[in-house]
């Protein structure tokens, strides 16, 4: 399943295209096709970062002049755990940042170099012959916040990314507990799990038992310890 997501970028707006894949895969095969796309559509717009909302939000990413200087930046935040990020762009090199994380700093493999697709047009003057793959492992929880920042950019007064593809994996809720320590009836774990909670409780109350067998018995050793030192302390008081 392929669902949509929403980002936010430095530039303001048309913020680059984010979806969303179930497996690391399929993440990879939708960057590439959307390369590839990209390549032959001929449907992207350009702009300037100070009038971007005039820009024609069509096609595969749109290439953005830069006029600050600043390397230009992505941020995510999926309700998913993040595995992987596969980005293509006119950036060499990318950096991800996470909340309490070290940077991690990957450099691209060349899309033309690569074989996957060619790309030779020009698009309102800026070049579009480098275009780089970036496909980055990651392990980032729900509600995390992605910083993705672009260096090495050709050329480096611009930043245009055709596509941001992540792998994420639905995290199933722990069960709720009730007052009495039990699991609530309305937590979603189905049949597999109420008998595998049955088996639980089965083998607790069985460890159980067996610790009360097992204080019973140290008891009646205890007991018969303090009945020999009674017999010898009456012995030695005779």
């Given at each position: 399943m392929t669902v949509r997501g929403a980002?936010?970028?430095?530039?303001?707006?048309?913020?680059?295209?984010?979806?969303?894949?179930?497996?690391v895969e399929a993440a990879q095969a939708g960057a590439t096709a959307a390369a590839a796309s990209a390549s032959t559509g001929g449907t992207e717009g350009t702009c300037n970062e100070n009038n971007a909302n005039s820009a024609d939000t069509r096609g595969s990413g749109q290439v953005v002049a830069l006029t600050d200087g600043k390397a230009p930046w992505?941020?995510?935040?999926?309700?998913?755990?993040?595995?992987?990020?596969?980005?293509?762009?006119?950036?060499?090199?990318?950096?991800?940042?996470?909340?309490?994380?070290?940077?991690?700093?990957?450099?691209?493999?060349?899309?033309?170099?690569?074989g996957e697709v060619a790309v030779t047009a020009a698009v309102g003057g800026l070049s579009r012959d480098a275009r780089y793959f970036h496909f980055i492992d990651c392990c980032v929880a729900p509600g995390e916040r992605v910083?993705?920042?672009?260096?090495?950019?050709?050329p480096k007064d611009a930043i245009h990314i055709v596509a941001i593809c992540v792998s994420g994996v639905e995290e199933t809720p722990l069960?709720?507990?009730?007052?009495?320590?039990?699991?609530s009836d309305n937590?979603?774990?189905g049949a597999a799990t109420s008998g595998q909670t049955a088996a639980l409780e089965t083998r607790l109350q069985e460890l159980e038992m067996m610790?009360?067998?097992?204080?019973?018995?140290?008891?009646?050793?205890?007991?018969?310890?303090?009945?020999?030192?009674?017999?010898?302390?009456?012995?030695a008081n005779e």
């Open positions: 980002c936010q970028c430095s530039w303001g707006t048309p913020a680059p295209p984010l979806l969303v894949f179930d497996s992505v941020e995510l935040r999926e309700q998913r755990r993040l595995t992987h990020i596969a980005i293509v762009s006119n950036a060499r090199v990318v950096e991800l940042h996470t909340d309490g994380s070290e940077v991690q700093t990957h450099e691209g493999a060349s899309a033309v170099a690569s910083q993705l920042k672009f260096f090495a950019r050709k069960p709720e507990l009730t007052p009495t320590g039990g699991y937590s979603n774990y610790v009360r067998m097992m204080v019973g018995t140290v008891m009646r050793r205890l007991n018969d310890v303090e009945a020999r030192v009674a017999a010898l302390e009456e012995r």
